[in-house]
């Protein structure tokens, strides 16, 4: 069965430093990976995605990630983090097919700090 | 930009009601979905339409029916209210093919059972 897990429940960075939050995956078949942010009290917001080709996709708002077929992974990255990046960030797995139902893992909550 | 609309944002009901959550989207797509939201379990599939009058269960549809009479609008319907349904409730929509392999979502419908 796919599943997906983010070891990190919590993260706080500080303003202007870098950020990584992990991803890891379990899926049969070709991967469909995704990351999508949720500010506080709102729906989720695709940042990128990965369907096939280059390894390392860019997303919105400065955020990119690297797809590691070797370690199952999808990390998530931005080499300077804003104050406005404090969210809940939320990676996902799908399949290939046309239809679409995707797992999600359960969240990493971004603080940033001053 | 694809919108998915859900129409009641904050809604209070008491054990026992019969609750209504309506969910519009303008994009044309297939595939409709309600995701349950939840501290520490991420998001949880409830149903899935891919169709007009098509519905499938998800990984929780329990306590839950849906209702697709309408390409565009998707509903999900709560029989009897109980408490352990207070969350947070999710529609999203996406499209066939290669591009139905990106969810959109809606902003979300905070639901309280009393």
């Known amino acids: 069965a796919q599943s997906v897990t983010q070891p990190d429940i919590h993260i706080t960075v500080s303003e202007g430093a870098s950020l990584e939050l992990r991803c890891n995956y379990s899926?049969?078949?070709?991967?469909?990976l995704f990351w999508y942010v949720q500010s506080p009290g709102q729906g989720l917001q695709l940042l990128l995605k990965?369907?096939?080709?280059?390894?390392l996709v860019q997303g919105i708002k400065g955020f990119e990630a690297e797809f590691k077929r070797s370690q199952s992974s999808f990390n998530l990255r931005k080499p300077s983090v804003h104050w406005s990046d404090a969210a809940e960030y939320f990676c996902?797995?799908?399949?290939?097919?046309?239809?679409?139902?995707?797992?999600f893992g359960t969240g990493t909550r971004l603080l940033v700090s001053p | 930009d694809v919108k998915v609309t859900q129409s009641s944002r904050y809604l209070v009901k008491r054990t026992g009601e019969k609750v209504f959550l309506e969910c519009v989207q303008d994009?044309?797509?297939?595939?409709m979905f309600w995701y349950r939201q939840d501290p520490g379990l991420g998001l949880r599939l409830i149903y899935f339409?891919?169709?007009?009058?098509?519905?499938e269960k998800g990984d929780i549809p329990e306590g839950y029916s849906v209702s697709r009479e309408k390409k565009e609008r998707f509903s999900l319907i709560l029989e009897s209210a109980s408490t352990n349904q207070t969350s947070m409730y999710l529609c999203?929509?996406?499209?066939?093919?290669?591009?139905?392999?990106?969810?959109?979502f809606g902003e979300g419908s905070w639901l309280t059972v009393v």
């Open positions: 339409s891919y169709d007009v009058k098509m519905k």
């Open positions: 996902a797995v799908g399949g290939s097919t046309g239809f679409q139902k995707l797992v």
């Open positions: 990965y369907f096939s080709g280059d390894t």
């Open positions: 899926y049969g078949a070709t991967p469909y």
């Open positions: 999203a929509s996406s499209g066939s093919g290669t591009s139905g392999n990106t969810i959109y």
């Open positions: 994009m044309d797509h297939e595939n």
